[in-house]
Nanobody, 121 residues
Framework: QVQLVESGGGLVQAGGSLRLSCVAS????????MGWYRQAPGKQRELVAS???????NYADSVKGRFTLSRDNAKNTVYLQMNSPKPEDTAVYYC???????????????WGQGTQVTVSS
């Protein structure tokens, strides 16, 4: 199995900064895309940012210029640096990784358990 463990969530003031981390572990042969999604109360889960194995990134328009996504392939870890967060960034943040467990296997999307981020005004 593959497990994703997130850390770094919590309460932050608007205009501050917060860094989320996510480590993938378990029976992993390789990981393709990794990223973060979020879900606010009463809303659908949405993509925040994603990163390919080669380091190409994709950001939601709402976070461009404020959030930075990076990854350490050797550690199977992805980081989300959240600068100048806004109250509307308040949500549960979920880590996601497309991983395969053996050579020739299919990539499967795995999810973390979620970490709460609350931005106070």
């Amino acid at each position: 199995q593959v497990q994703l463990v997130e850390s770094g969530g919590g309460l932050v003031q608007a205009g501050g900064s917060l860094r989320l981390s996510c480590v993938a572990s378990g029976s992993i042969f390789s990981i393709n895309d990794m990223g973060w999604y979020r879900q606010a109360p009463g809303k659908q889960r949405e993509l925040v940012a994603s990163i390919t194995k080669g380091g190409s990134t994709n950001y939601a328009d709402s976070v461009k210029g404020r959030f930075t996504l990076s990854r350490d392939n050797a550690k199977n870890t992805v980081y989300l640096q959240m600068n100048s967060p806004k109250p509307e960034d308040t949500a549960v943040y979920y880590c996601a990784a497309d991983a395969r467990r053996y050579y020739g296997g299919s990539y499967v999307r795995y999810w973390g358990q979620g970490t709460q981020v609350t931005v106070s005004s």
